[in-house]
């Protein structure tokens, strides 16, 4: 409702069926609670309101019985490389070595550091994420996967190379409540690599916190991470606070992530200064 996209239901709503499905349990009650929800809003909420928000229910209903597939990678701008099949299998397996051969392989093929995780690792991470919806890995798993991706991250930015500074800084936060922060680590080092100055304060960051660290280090700009539904409106309101508290003092602020990848409307209900699909996506719009 706050970003008027009905794919941020409608994904939504398959997902949670794949989830529901994929554990066996009855998903039959979909559909049917969002009837139910439907007649109770039309008999409690404004008319206007009910039908917005019936709209988007219907959209999930249609979704829901259209069966669609939901390619996980589908709002990817970038084509994986060709080695990412084989970099899964081995963050599944625990290889650690391995992985970063092929990450290390890639660069040495003429990759940038931001290029292979962007189209290496990164879908193989959404794979990883879609091995899991449909319970075919396990929570252990995922996690392995993640923390040997975090190593092949850091150990290959010693392999990087670095453009000279240029004298700008970059705040970077995942917002409270969110603890995916391997993507935004991917945008920080994609800054890094054209030069800019980086502060990388992680996952779930609280924003008095943040406001007030905005205000010791004076970013040129911010970027802000969000994953999930949720986060859309917590953001928002995060944006207003930190404009109210510093005026004049807060920087533009650039968001991205999962949730915010189906499109353009849904960066900019947040009221973004920017917004970039991912660190290629957001570098590029910076050219030295
Ligand atoms: C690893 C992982 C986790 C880890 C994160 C650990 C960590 N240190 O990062 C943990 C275990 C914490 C986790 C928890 C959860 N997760 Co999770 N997770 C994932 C997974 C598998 C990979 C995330 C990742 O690293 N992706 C790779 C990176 C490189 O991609 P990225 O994050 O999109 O980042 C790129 C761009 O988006 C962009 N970008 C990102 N941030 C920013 C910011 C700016 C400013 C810019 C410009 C760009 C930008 O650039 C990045 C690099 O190119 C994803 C699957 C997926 N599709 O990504 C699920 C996924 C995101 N998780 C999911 C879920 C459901 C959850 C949980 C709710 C599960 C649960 N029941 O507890 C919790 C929620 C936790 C929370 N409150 O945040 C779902 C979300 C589905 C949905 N519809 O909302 C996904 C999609 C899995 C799935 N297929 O179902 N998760």
Partial sequence: MLADEPALFTDYAVWLRKVLESRKVPTGHLAESFELLAAFFTGHLPATVAARLNQLLAAGEDALRRDDGCDPYRYARHPRLPETARYLEQVLRGDQRGAQETFNACMGNGASLSEASVRLLQPAMVEVGHLWQENRITVAQEHLATALSQNVLARAYMHASFAAPVERKL???????????????????????????????????????????????????LCLSLSLPAHLPLARGILEELRAELGERCPPIMVGGQVTLG??????????????SDALHAIAQFPQ
């Fill in 171 to 221: 705040m970077l936060a995942c917002v409270a409540g969110n603890h995916h922060g391997l993507g935004l680590r991917i945008v920080c080092d994609a800054f890094e690599t054209i030069g800019w100055d980086v502060s990388y304060l992680g996952t779930d960051v609280p924003t008095a916190g943040l406001t007030r660290q905005i205000d010791a280090e004076r970013p040129d700009m």
């Fill in 263 to 276: 499109g353009e409307r849904v960066w900019r209900a947040v009221k973004a200064d920017g917004w970039a």
